[in-house]
Structure formats: structure tokens, C-alpha cells
């Protein structure tokens, strides 16, 4: 199966070709936003961070935002800086680097420019310049090697377990058989599946190292945190919905990752620099897990929901899909996809596995998900107030 | 044979989900492993998607789905009993390498 992409420079594929403008800290957002919105085509990225943090999570900061510029989604960068921030201009550019060195990144910064008007005349004509290069850009035939997916679930119901995550489970077989690359995140809904996580290890060692990933998240809310994750997952509407503790709802979750060997375990926002299906700890909460994917390099990422979820990410593509036919069809204008045609005996997992690869590659062509259309573009970084 | 009404995803599992809302009364019918069709009388009105028991499961006894564990009985529950929070908790942090 091929699609059609942006082959950049450095061999990797991008799905979308944002020219990204994105403030350095939150301080000079509103020079940032005042660019994008004056230069059409530009795509904003939001930044609530970037300073008065503490060295660890200053640098989570850092490795997520330039991350998601990193994504081959994104043809280039400008970042707009105050001054005085704790992400210092050398911070980003060091970063980016040495995450995507052929990528075209301009940095400027309010301090130095000459306050509000000068900052946003000197962006407007950058981002202007990097919207032409982007425009000279054309799709060419790419294989689904060159995908990287990321596998989210969020709002799961009962439906999620046995339709939406099966049949996405067998979609990341597919791609990875294909030779790409699919990413499964939040760890502490693989709380009650971390034996079956750690058989799938393609080495002892990669599945050890996943298995303790999630001891080490179940301890976490237990020892740090002063909780049992237990009582407060799943949440309330997870239990209205019928499911009725955190070992089933993480059991039906990791259905999504399908049946093949884990071929890695990254840390929250890693570059996923391997072939295969792997692991990223992560926080559970759905925004925070799905842009830790983008950053590590998702092109996409499917998203499963049981009771509906509108949200997006502005650099990457995200595709609900749902395996509940009430829930698709009383909230059309957020989901694209409806998987419940197994659960009525009407088509069979493959047969429903093959309509959802026929809309991801539509998906990677070009078609926009509901999210893209509606605009949805949360931008969420995990915070810890403490070290990795 | 009645209609096929609920998911049975291993044949260690105790309980099945309803895929239609299920009353009291009500047979629900699903597919075991080997393709055979098992049934069960529903003791109590099943919300759709929910889990009713398939076999008895003792009080303090795990419960299964998924072929694996998702809880522990709270309460003696019997065939076609509906399960969720009022009779199941959690099986919870276990120690171990």
C-alpha cells in the first residue's frame, strides 16, 4: 500500500506541511498568534511554558515543543522568544539541531526586535518567506514503512475493548508487517496488562522494560502522588458506561497495540528512532499522551473513544474512531469513523481493519480528519514538579 | 437458537458484554471459542454494554475478561447476575518483579 507524502530531507515522510509559528514561552504569545493570524496558512502552535519551571521540567518542555517541530508533519519554524525566558534562544535551536538539522528553524525574539509591532512586522516577513518554500513542496508515492502511528484511546467505554481497539490492534499489525512504526502510550492504562505487555517484548529486556515502566507509574500514584490510581480510574463516565474497574479498561486498551512484538520502550517524548510497535510512557491523560506521540514522531494517530472526544492536535492529523454506533451517531461532527460493524456480526474484524486503512491512507493523502476541520488543537505538556 | 446478543472474548471468562440492552428475563446468547452458542438468563435488567455473569464467581474470587484478570468478586455472584461496581473491585497493586 502506498500514499502520497512530503518526503524531507532527512529520509523521513510527512503527512501535512505546516510552516509553524510558535511562541518561545508563554510571555510572547500574543506576538506569535498576531503573526499567524496575519499570515495565512501558518499554523500556531500553542506554548503554556518556557520559563519558571524547574530544570526537569524546563527540559521536558523543551524536548516536547521541539519535538513537535521536529515532526515531519512540519516544513519549517518560526519561534518568537521574549528574552529573558528559561528556554533561551541557543536552547531551541541546539534542540532542533539536533532533532531535524535540515529543517529550516527562524527564531526572534520581542527584547531584541523592539517590542509588540516590530516583533510581528519582522515574523510576518519570515513566516511569508518559509509559506513560499512550503508552497514549492509536492507530494510523492511513500510506503507505509514511512508511517508512524500512534495508538490513543480516550473516553473508553466497553465498546472500545471489543471493537474500536481490536480492530485498531489489527491495523498496527498490518503497518508493521508493512515495515512502519506504531506507538502506544499511557502507561497507566496498561495498569492490570502489564504481563501481557511484557511477554510481547521482542527481547526479554524490552518487555522488562515496559513491565516496570508500569509498576513504576502504579507505585507512582501510590507512593508520590498519595492515591491508589485505582479510585480515581476509570473515570465517572467510564463506569457509567459499564466499565467497572481499571484492570478492564486497560486490558481492552491495549488491544490496540495489536498482537506483534514490542520492538522498544521509550521515555515521555523520545524521538522513536525503530521499526515495529513500542512503548512511550506517558501520562494518562488523552491530550497529554497524544502529543507526547506527535513529538516522538507520529505523522497520526488513531484515536479510539467509547463516549466521544473532540479533540485535535494542530501539527497531526487525529482520527476518532469509535465503536459505539449511539455514540458515532449522536456526535458525527467529531468522529470519523465507526467500527461496530463486528459487534453486529455484519463485517469481521479484517473486513472492518480494511476500511480503517483505506481512510488512514486517505488520511495521509491529504483528507481532513473532523478534528483538522474543526480546528481542535489542544497542545498539553506533562508537568511533574520533579525529575525523570 | 436465540440471537446473538453479547461478546465472549475468552472461555476463561466469567462474565460477557451485552451489545443491546438486556431486561430481566431476557436470554442472552453469545459465541464461545469454538463457535458454539452458550446462553444465560438474565437475572436483573443489563444496561447495554455492561457485563453480565456467564458462571458463578465466589465471593473474594477473581473475575475474569479478557482472559485475564479485571477484578475481585465483593459478593457471592451467581449466573446471570449483573456485574459492576456494586459487586466487583479492583484487583489492585500487587508486588512483584
Known amino acids: ?388 | 437458537m436465540s440471537a446473538i446478543n453479547a461478546v465472549h472474548v475468552s472461555d476463561r471468562d466469567s462474565c460477557v458484554t451485552v451489545t443491546v440492552p438486556v431486561a430481566a428475563g431476557d436470554t442472552v446468547s453469545y459465541h464461545c471459542g469454538d463457535g458454539s452458542v452458550a446462553s444465560v438468563k438474565a437475572g436483573a435488567d443489563i444496561p447495554i454494554y455492561h457485563k453480565i455473569a456467564v458462571i458463578a464467581i465466589g465471593k473474594d474470587d477473581f473475575v475474569y475478561k479478557y482472559g485475564e484478570k479485571i477484578g475481585i468478586a465483593k459478593d457471592n455472584i451467581n449466573p446471570g447476575d449483573y456485574v459492576h461496581i456494586h459487586n466487583i473491585k479492583p484487583v489492585g497493586f500487587v508486588e512483584e518483579a
Open chain 1, 1 to 388: 500500500m502506498k500514499f502520497m507524502g512530503y518526503k524531507r530531507p532527512d529520509g523521513k515522510v510527512g503527512i501535512r506541511n505546516h510552516v509553524v509559528v510558535m511562541a518561545g514561552v508563554v510571555c510572547s504569545d500574543i506576538a506569535a498568534r498576531r503573526i499567524t493570524e496575519a499570515v495565512k496558512g501558518t499554523t500556531y502552535l500553542y506554548n503554556s511554558y518556557g520559563c519558571g519551571q524547574g530544570i526537569h521540567d524546563n527540559n521536558r518542555s523543551l524536548k516536547i515543543l521541539t519535538g513537535m517541530l521536529a515532526n515531519p508533519n512540519v516544513h519549517s519554524v518560526l519561534i518568537v522568544g521574549l528574552g529573558c525566558e528559561g528556554i533561551q534562544e541557543q536552547g531551541y535551536l541546539k534542540a532542533m539541531q539536533e532533532k531535524a538539522p535540515h529543517k529550516k528553524v527562524h527564531y526572534i525574539m520581542m527584547q531584541r526586535e523592539g517590542g509588540l509591532a516590530k516583533t510581528v512586522a519582522k515574523g510576518i516577513e519570515l513566516a511569508s518567506e518559509l509559506m513560499n518554500e512550503a508552497s514549492k513542496c509536492v507530494r510523492e508515492e511513500c510506503d507505509l514503512a514511512d508511517l508512524m502511528l500512534g495508538l490513543e484511546c480516550g473516553g473508553s467505554d466497553p465498546t472500545s475493548g471489543i471493537s474500536a481497539n481490536v480492530v485498531l490492534g489489527e491495523v498496527s499489525d498490518r503497518i508493521v508487517d508493512a515495515g512502519g512504526t506504531t506507538v502506544i502510550s499511557e502507561t497507566s492504562e496498561a495498569i492490570g496488562g502489564e504481563h501481557a505487555m511484557r511477554a510481547r517484548g521482542a527481547t526479554p529486556e524490552i518487555g522488562q522494560a515496559i513491565f516496570d515502566a508500569i509498576k513504576e507509574k502504579d507505585r507512582y500514584y501510590r507512593d508520590v502522588a498519595g492515591q491508589d490510581i485505582r479510585d480515581s480510574n476509570p473515570s465517572p463516565g467510564n463506569i457509567r458506561s459499564g466499565l467497572s474497574t481499571l484492570e478492564e479498561k486497560s486490558l481492552g486498551c491495549i488491544n490496540k497495540s495489536g498482537t506483534r512484538p514490542f520492538t522498544g520502550c521509550f521515555a515521555y517524548g523520545d524521538m522513536v528512532n525503530v521499526k515495529g510497535p513500542v512503548f512511550m510512557e506517558t501520562g494518562a491523560y488523552d491530550p497529554v499522551s497524544t502529543v507526547a506521540e506527535v513529538a516522538g514522531g507520529c505523522q497520526t494517530v488513531v484515536f479510539t473513544t467509547g463516549m466521544g472526544n473532540p479533540m485535535g492536535c494542530a501539527i497531526a492529523p487525529v482520527i476518532k474512531i469509535t465503536g459505539n454506533r449511539q455514540t458515532y451517531e449522536a456526535l458525527t461532527d467529531i468522529l470519523d469513523f465507526d467500527t461496530s460493524a463486528n459487534l453486529r456480526g455484519e463485517k469481521t474484524v479484517p473486513q472492518v481493519a480494511d476500511d480503517l486503512m483505506a481512510l488512514i491512507l486517505d488520511v495521509c493523502n491529504g483528507r481532513p480528519t473532523k478534528a483538522e476541520l474543526n480546528g481542535a488543537d489542544v497542545m498539553v505538556i506533562d508537568q511533574y514538579f520533579m525529575g525523570p
